[in-house]
Protein backbone atom coordinates (compact mmCIF):
# COMPACT_ATOMS: atom_id res chain seq x y z
CA UNK A 1 0.00 0.00 0.00
CA UNK A 2 1.12 3.46 -1.08
CA UNK A 3 -0.34 6.24 1.47
CA UNK A 4 -0.82 10.05 -0.82
CA UNK A 5 1.94 11.71 1.48
CA UNK A 6 4.22 8.61 0.26
CA UNK A 7 3.17 9.25 -2.99
CA UNK A 8 3.72 13.11 -2.71
CA UNK A 9 7.35 12.48 -1.12
CA UNK A 10 8.24 10.10 -3.86
CA UNK A 11 7.47 12.15 -6.40
CA UNK A 12 8.69 15.29 -4.93
CA UNK A 13 12.17 13.51 -4.39
CA UNK A 14 12.57 13.43 -8.30
CA UNK A 15 14.84 15.75 -8.90
CA UNK A 16 13.10 18.87 -10.86
CA UNK A 17 9.93 17.98 -9.75
CA UNK A 18 7.25 20.43 -8.76
CA UNK A 19 3.75 20.10 -7.33
CA UNK A 20 0.80 22.16 -9.18
CA UNK A 21 -3.16 22.06 -9.14
CA UNK A 22 -4.30 20.07 -12.64
CA UNK A 23 -7.84 20.78 -12.15
CA UNK A 24 -9.41 18.83 -9.37
CA UNK A 25 -6.12 17.04 -9.35
CA UNK A 26 -2.29 17.27 -8.07
CA UNK A 27 -0.33 16.75 -10.49
CA UNK A 28 3.46 16.09 -10.63
CA UNK A 29 6.09 17.62 -13.44
CA UNK A 30 9.40 18.49 -14.65
CA UNK A 31 9.53 21.37 -16.42
CA UNK A 32 5.69 22.27 -16.70
CA UNK A 33 4.99 19.21 -17.94
CA UNK A 34 3.17 16.46 -15.96
CA UNK A 35 4.30 12.83 -15.65
CA UNK A 36 1.42 12.19 -12.50
CA UNK A 37 -1.09 12.81 -11.25
CA UNK A 38 -3.09 12.32 -7.86
CA UNK A 39 -6.42 11.63 -7.56
CA UNK A 40 -7.24 12.51 -3.92
CA UNK A 41 -10.99 11.08 -3.49
CA UNK A 42 -10.18 8.03 -5.74
CA UNK A 43 -7.12 7.55 -4.15
CA UNK A 44 -5.59 6.44 -7.13
CA UNK A 45 -2.08 7.64 -9.01
CA UNK A 46 -2.51 8.31 -13.04
CA UNK A 47 1.21 7.83 -14.23
CA UNK A 48 2.46 8.41 -17.62
CA UNK A 49 4.24 5.78 -19.13
CA UNK A 50 5.54 4.97 -22.21
CA UNK A 51 3.16 1.97 -24.14
CA UNK A 52 5.65 -0.51 -23.33
CA UNK A 53 6.09 0.21 -19.93
CA UNK A 54 2.47 0.09 -19.30
CA UNK A 55 2.13 -3.37 -20.95
CA UNK A 56 5.07 -4.71 -18.34
CA UNK A 57 3.14 -2.66 -15.48
CA UNK A 58 -0.37 -4.06 -16.35
CA UNK A 59 0.32 -7.96 -16.73
CA UNK A 60 1.35 -8.03 -13.19
CA UNK A 61 -2.39 -7.35 -11.63
CA UNK A 62 -5.25 -5.36 -13.81
CA UNK A 63 -6.82 -4.56 -10.48
CA UNK A 64 -3.36 -2.67 -9.13
CA UNK A 65 -1.99 -0.96 -12.17
CA UNK A 66 -4.54 -1.14 -15.64
CA UNK A 67 -5.07 1.60 -18.84
CA UNK A 68 -7.14 4.73 -18.55
CA UNK A 69 -9.92 3.40 -19.78
CA UNK A 70 -10.17 6.17 -22.87
CA UNK A 71 -8.40 7.45 -25.91
CA UNK A 72 -5.61 8.37 -23.23
CA UNK A 73 -5.05 4.94 -21.87
CA UNK A 74 -3.80 3.83 -25.33
CA UNK A 75 -1.09 6.56 -25.60
CA UNK A 76 0.33 5.52 -22.04
CA UNK A 77 -2.11 7.11 -19.32
CA UNK A 78 -2.08 4.14 -16.69
CA UNK A 79 -4.10 4.31 -13.56
CA UNK A 80 -2.36 2.95 -10.00
CA UNK A 81 -4.64 1.83 -7.15
CA UNK A 82 -2.47 2.80 -4.21
CA UNK A 83 -4.57 1.19 -1.63
CA UNK A 84 -3.38 -2.12 -3.29
CA UNK A 85 0.26 -1.61 -4.84
CA UNK A 86 3.80 -2.46 -3.30
CA UNK A 87 5.11 0.16 -3.11
CA UNK A 88 8.62 -0.85 -4.92
CA UNK A 89 6.45 -1.10 -7.57
CA UNK A 90 4.94 1.87 -7.69
CA UNK A 91 8.48 3.53 -7.27
CA UNK A 92 9.85 1.46 -10.56
CA UNK A 93 6.47 2.68 -12.10
CA UNK A 94 6.66 5.96 -10.77
CA UNK A 95 10.28 6.51 -11.40
CA UNK A 96 9.57 5.00 -15.12
CA UNK A 97 7.15 7.85 -15.66
CA UNK A 98 9.41 10.20 -14.56
CA UNK A 99 12.40 9.32 -16.70
CA UNK A 100 10.50 8.44 -19.63
CA UNK A 101 9.62 12.37 -19.83
CA UNK A 102 12.73 13.58 -18.98
CA UNK A 103 14.20 11.48 -21.88
CA UNK A 104 12.10 13.01 -24.25
CA UNK A 105 12.96 16.82 -22.57
CA UNK A 106 16.85 16.38 -23.18
CA UNK A 107 16.40 15.51 -27.44
Request: aromatic share 12%; glycine share 2%.
Amino acid sequence: MVTQDTYRKLALALPDVEEAPHFDKRSFRWRNKIFATLWMPENRAMLKLSLIDQSVFCVFDAAIIYPVPNAWGKQGATFVELSLVHEDMFTDALNCAYQNLVNKGKK
